[in-house]
């Protein structure tokens, strides 16, 4: 039997600029897919409405070209995607998987939000769907740098959210359907959402969905020790001068300088640096920039979004 061609993933939620964290992300999927010869998918995860920020998606779309990460055929919208996840809801249902809940964030208090039975004292015009987490769901994975890795989803979790109250779909669904559809069997993401990876395996056995190889790289933080997010206003990427940005974030892949020396043209310095990636150098712990790291020419004069 041949194995499958790889196809790796970035799917950014359009809710800021994309900054150093979302881009070492995004360069270090870029990398894995295409040094095995594989394709690299692009998804806008834009299923959120609230968290959304108008023209982020169309920034992020374009800071990605700027470094010259291309992606292979259209770009999913996952505001586009309502009827794969209803349907995918659908069969949850239907096979005693998920369930209307009627629960509201006060009555999952006393649980400190976990929810393990339905407690609601009174019933929802609105109510959510969630996903049954059996008492025995403890997942196991092997993640590509991390190595074995463990979850109870049922006592660190218990039964999670597939549609929203507001009627939202929610981003474990969302990505779990979008992931198959897509042909993605390498997900390579920041380590905030290895919490998240249980989850999603534990859909996809419902849904009698493959479950991706999934590499969770190291986050970015800054000075005081905090992550980098969009939310906190992390300055965004310096796209105007691709070149020493991709440097930087090659070496912080734990890649070999040496690899990219005197390159100066950015096709050149990705051709070059997909052809000498070596995943198993990618690193383990949580990376600190010092904050001169973190001043030009990597991160500078943010460009408003259009
Ligand atoms: N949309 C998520 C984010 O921007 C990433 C989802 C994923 O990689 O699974 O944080």
Same mark, same amino acid.
């Given at each position: ?9 970035f799917a950014p939620s359009p809710t800021g600029l994309l900054h150093a964290g979302s881009l070492l992300a995004a360069?270090? %999927?870029?990398?894995? *897919? ?9 998804r806008i995860e834009d299923v959120d409405p609230p968290r959304t920020v108008a023209g982020a998606a169309q920034a992020q779309?374009?800071t ?5 990460? *291309? ?7 996952q505001s586009?995607?309502?009827?794969? /996840? +209803? ?18 964030r %006060? ?6 939000g ?22 025995? %769901? ?8 991390? %190595?074995? +890795? ?11 959210v597939?549609?929203r109250?507001d009627?939202c779909?929610a981003y474990q669904?969302a990505v ?8 993605? &069997?390498?997900?390579?993401r920041g380590a905030d959402l290895l919490d998240s ?16 190889? /999934?590499?969770h790289l190291p986050l970015l933080l800054d000075a005081p020790g905090h992550k980098l997010s969009k939310s906190l206003a992390a300055l965004p990427v ?20 040496? *690899?990219?020396?005197?390159? &100066? ?21 949580d990376i600190l920039l010092?904050?001169?790291?973190l001043?030009?020419?990597?991160l +500078? &004069?943010p460009p408003s979004p259009?």
């Open positions: 039997m041949t194995s499958p061609i790889p196809c790796g993933r360069f270090g %999927s870029w990398l894995l *897919a295409r040094h095995h010869g594989g394709l690299w998918r692009l779309l374009q990605l070209a700027a470094f010259g990460l *291309a992606h292979d055929g259209p770009v999913i919208w586009a995607r309502g009827d794969a /996840y +209803q349907a995918a809801l659908d069969r949850l249902l239907a096979d005693g998987h998920a369930f209307v809940c009627h629960c509201s %006060s009555d999952l208090a006393a649980t400190g976990i929810h393990h039975r339905c407690v609601a004292r009174q019933a929802r015009a609105d109510p959510a769907v969630r996903f049954r987490v059996p008492a025995d %769901s403890v997942v196991h994975f092997e993640d590509g740098l991390r %190595s074995r +890795q463990q979850q109870d989803v049922h006592a660190e979790v218990g039964d999670f597939l549609r109250a009627g779909w669904l779990v359907v979008d992931d198959a559809a897509q042909g993605v &069997n390498e997900v390579v990876t249980a989850r999603q395996i534990l859909l996809q056995r419902a849904l009698d969905l493959p479950t991706p190889r /999934y590499w310096e796209a105007r001068e691709p070149v020493p940005v991709l440097r930087r974030l090659w070496e912080l892949l734990g890649q070999p300088t040496s *690899a990219l020396e005197g390159i &100066n043209d950015r096709d050149t310095l990705l051709a070059a640096a997909q052809h000498s990636f070596t995943p198993r150098l990618l690193p383990h712990a010092a904050a001169g790291a001043s030009a020419p990597m +500078q &004069n259009t």
